[in-house]
């Protein structure tokens, strides 16, 4: 089957794109798979391109001063991944691995200036992405643990199951095995 990236824009993020928009999106835009272990972002390189995942599942990490791997954040299917380089304009602080074989629709960031001048709408899904990483952050300073994995719980409602323990553990700021005795006791309650 082939996929025709404007139609799965407007079908997934249920907005309406005028005719001149679909164009530049099926135009620019193009259709990549990734294996599971792959890292489309290295850190330090410099990205220009936005991925809309059609399926799979990636995580963004970073490495710490003492090496520990760190995980950022997680993307699955219809949510985007890469947008640091967008809003930085500097190389990118992070990895991002497939934790599965992902399926992608590559958006350039030059498409993506284009396209904020043409429809509000990409502008808005823009700056809900924004709000939604610098939540997370500030949850990371006000919450314990414990209300850190019910926010992960609600915010990746369905990756419990498809996330390996020890990163969603580095997730929350937390070691592998507090993180089973957090599960162990929330177990009924989520």
Known sequence: MIINPSEYIERCLK?????????????ESTIV????????VREGNKMDA?????????????????????????????QFFSSECFRTKENSSLFVECLEESKCIK???????????????INKL?????????????DLFLMNAEERYINFCREYPNL???VPLKYIASYIGIQAG??????????NRL
């Open 160 to 162: 419990q199951n498809r």
């Open 126 to 138: 823009y700056w809900e992405e924004i709000a939604r990483l610098d939540g997370r952050v500030k």
């Open 33 to 40: 798979t990734f294996n599971k272990g792959d890292h489309p």
């Open 15 to 27: 907005i309406q794109l005028d005719e001149q928009v679909k164009d530049l999106f099926n135009t």
């Open 107 to 121: 958006i350039p960031y030059n498409l993506v200036r284009k396209l904020e001048e043409l429809t509000p709408a």
């Open 178 to 187: 507090s993180m089973s005795r957090i599960r162990k006791k929330l177990k």
């Open 50 to 78: 936005f991925y809309f995942l059609i399926y799979g599942l990636v995580r963004g990490y970073f490495i710490d001063k003492e090496g520990n791997d760190v995980t950022k954040c997680f993307s699955s299917e219809n």
